[in-house]
């Protein structure tokens, strides 16, 4: 799969997830920088997230939104939600990511939930388990949603037809 040039994308939408202090230790002191999380999306089934670190919050922001328009991935939105039940993992984070009916609402917590709010997913049921760190739930999910397939793509693997199911012969 090729890159996504964010041009042709429209307006993107992008959300601070996590800002953090960091410190290095020098000869004269603590040198502090600031590190940034933030994620990107058309609200449209493209989605990205990306780090940045400086010595200014801005700065750090604006690194991080570079880094994730150069990270966009496609993902599969039907109706407002996802086509399958899907677990993501990255480290000890894990997200489990369920489907959910027309008037659900976005039922998830956190990093998740940015996700989804960029990505244009409105009804989905999410469960973060195990690692609380924001860097590894972002990664776990950004997985998770890079293993959905859609109908499309599972029929055309197995050499079937949409319209009736039946297997193409190639013989």
Known sequence: MGRIDPENLGPLKDKVIHINRVAKVVKGGRRFSFS??????????????????AAEV???????????KRALVKVPVIDGTIPHQI???????????????????????GPVRAIMEVAGIRNIVAKSIGSRNPFNTVRATINGLLKLKNSETVMKRMGRNEEDGAVNEKA
């Open 36 to 53: 940034a999380l933030v994620v990107v999306g058309d609200e449209n089934g493209y989605v990205g997230f990306g780090k940045g670190k």
């Open 58 to 68: 801005p700065e750090a922001i604006r690194k991080a939104v570079e880094h994730a």
């Open 87 to 109: 677990n993501g993992e990255y480290g000890a984070g894990k997200v489990v990511i369920l489907p959910g009916k027309p008037g659900t609402g976005l039922i998830a917590g």
